[in-house]
């Protein structure tokens, strides 16, 4: 049980599902946490960013506020499922290769759940939603498994994760000298440009320093944000979750995956090359203050991508990469707003 348990934000009704449940994918055991009101509702598979972040996860149990959603409303409509990806949280094992912890793995895994959930709530399709590098895996599933899905709702979509970092590096120069920090920009001159091949030195680097800037979380006069700090350690009140759990989320599942080789394998993660088309309604959620991820890769990428369906670029106004509580709420409701998708579907049947 979590060190500092608090008071759920919500319960879930007698005749609900509140649970965690083991299952195997790839290999081995991994975790999900699902909440519904009613076993009867569609189900909405949601993707954690990271890697090695798993937040919406396991931890997320009872809690409306995660950095990407709300979720008190949304279990009235769907059967919400988030779960901690391969080597994180509660889906850390000390047995897993880390030669398995690749993104065409995690891709894999994805896969293998989007089945069992299927086939578990015996529904044809699911709703999929995802957030930062989490959307890099949902646009590959998409692709993986045509047919298996309502809509997507990519929250912070990443394209090209080297295209991205290079953005960043420009924006943290920029900064750096904006502010006199010459310790910063000798620094982030050094690295040199992305795609970093050398490895997890160079991209180190950039990560630091966006953390020094606080790339992930915007606040002013008028804007505050809880903050990562107290975002990340509410993994300590989670009922399920104990310490080794976090250290797990945040030290060795980070340490599993982020190899020098998953670095040097990041500019093949492209998904303006390898998903020219979907046929699903897509929209793209996107902080308005987000530099950490940066939204005119996605605007881009919207207004190219083949589809017979609905795509949307949505605005959230008070937001950096980890969404506003403000923001939050907005987003839950325009995924509740995505079940309009299935009347839709049954009357052009």
Known sequence: MGFFFRKPDFYIPEGGIDKLENITLGGFQQTIL??????????????????SMPLPGVSSRGKNYTVATNTKELVKHFTVVFWDQRGTGKSYHKDIPQTS??????????????????????????????HSFGTLIGMYLLNKQPGKFHTYVGI???????????????????????????K???????????????????WGILRKWQ??????????????????????????????????????????GFKLIYTDEFIRNIPNINVQKEVPSVDIPVTFIHGRKDVHVHAHFAEDYLNTLKTNHEKKFIWMEKSAHLFHPDDTALIEQHLINELSHIKAEVINL
């Open 34 to 51: 699902i909440q519904s009101c009613s076993p009867k509702n569609p189900v909405l598979l949601f993707l954690h960013g990271g890697p």
């Open 184 to 202: 910063a920009l000798n620094e982030l001159e050094a690295v040199g440009e992305p795609p970093f091949i050398k490895g997890y030195k160079q």
């Open 101 to 130: 912890m690749t993104f065409e793995q995690l891709v894999s895994d994805a896969a293998e759940l989007t089945d069992f959930l299927r086939e578990t709530f015996h529904q044809e399709k699911i709703f999929l939603a995802a």
């Open 211 to 252: 953390m020094r800037y606080s790339t992930l979380v915007y606040q002013d006069d008028n804007i505050k944000h809880p903050g990562l700090a107290r975002v990340s350690l509410g993994m300590l009140t989670a009922k399920e979750y104990v310490l080794a759990d976090v250290f797990h989320s945040f030290y060795s």
């Open 156 to 182: 912070s979509q990443i394209i090209s994760w080297t295209e991205n970092d290079r953005a960043g590096l420009a924006w943290l120069k920029e900064e750096a000298k904006r502010r006199g920090d010459y």
